[in-house]
């Protein structure tokens, strides 16, 4: 059972370092497909969703370097 | 015909991936060859690669029996997340927010650590040398299995992936017979910052596909968002550094 958790955590901890990072990724996915649903974005829609994982990114990196530096 | 736009990018970020993670594993094994005798290191690389590519052999082809859109949105969401973590660490280690990876660091306390672990078996099997080759093998190899499987599952094709983790395999084995040391001169985390862009550019654009998203230009979209991550990541690096120069003020 303790190899077994174990290799579940190292399995998550594949794809999940920061939570928040991971979460706010999701969210924006999740978020970004319904409102494909309902909004006619047309030819924006690539580099919306680009956009906003972008600003994710750097946002998450200035936050984790600011936490670092106290 | 091969379609370079989406077969070149897959092989380099197979290639590059594979590379960092290869290093990172030979370092151990060399360290428990050293110490503990090449037997055991062996048996305990050649174990875990067995069970990795079984895994490979398993999960590959049943990928890409699931239909094709359900499998974007998973395994691209899967790899947007894998690649957003080294590429954050990446921006970290380059701003020195946090310390670069040392393979001769690790290697000094691997070999420090296999020497205070008892003595060498002389016959039989020394389990301690097995599994400590095993082991990094295997937590090294998982995540290039998770590449190579990820990108083959999407691109419809194990082959351009399973090239680039073979060519990167064989270049690292070589060095590691040749040397006889570990890899410190790779410049890991510029190759990591590298992979982190390869595959948040094609986690993006397959999570994109998934939501239902038509590309403009299609395939060669992977283009746009690689030189897009580059930027972005990019000047991300500055910013970290200068929250580590700006004194916090005082109290």
């Known amino acids: ?70 | 015909m091969i379609d370079w736009v989406h077969t070149g990018p897959s092989i380099i970020a197979a290639f590059l991936a594979s590379l960092v993670e290869f290093v990172e594993a030979l370092t151990v094994v060399l360290a428990v060859g050293i110490v503990r005798g090449w037997r055991p290191a062996l048996t305990g690389a050649c174990l875990a690669s067995g069970v990795l590519l079984a895994l490979i052999v398993v999960f590959g082809p049943m990928l890409q029996a699931i239909p094709l859109n359900l499998v974007e949105l998973v395994v691209g969401a899967l790899l947007l997340l894998f690649g957003m973590r080294w590429l954050r660490k990446a921006i970290l280690r380059s701003a020195g927010v946090i310390p670069l990876h040392d393979e001769e660091a690790v290697f000094e306390s691997e070999t420090r650590s296999l020497r205070q672990s008892g003595p060498v078996a002389v016959s039989g099997w020394d389990a301690t040398a097995i599994a400590a080759s095993f082991k990094i093998v295997m937590l090294e190899g998982i995540e290039v299995v998770f590449i190579v499987v990820a990108i083959g599952a999407t691109s419809g094709s194990l082959v351009p992936p399973a090239i680039g983790a073979g060519i990167a395999l064989v270049a690292v084995v070589l060095l590691g017979v040749v040397l006889h040391r570990p890899l410190a001169v790779i410049p890991e985390n510029v190759l990591k910052f590298a992979v982190g862009v390869l595959l948040c550019a094609f986690g993006t654009f397959w999570t994109g596909e998934g939501i239902g998203i038509a590309w403009p230009g299609e395939d060669w979209s992977i283009l746009a968002l690689i030189a897009g991550f580059l930027v972005a990541a990019g000047s991300a690096v500055p910013i970290c550094r200068t929250r580590l120069i700006i004194p916090s003020p005082a109290k």
């Open chain 1, 1 to 70: 059972m303790h190899t077994l958790t174990k290799i579940l955590q190292e399995l998550v901890s594949l794809f999940v370092d920061d939570g928040t990072l991971a979460a706010t990724i999701l969210i924006w996915v999740a978020f970004y497909g319904l409102l494909l649903q309902l909004l006619p974005i047309g030819s924006w829609q690539g580099p919306i969703l680009f956009l906003g994982l972008a600003a994710i990114l750097v946002e998450n990196a200035r936050r984790g370097a600011r936490s670092r530096s106290g």
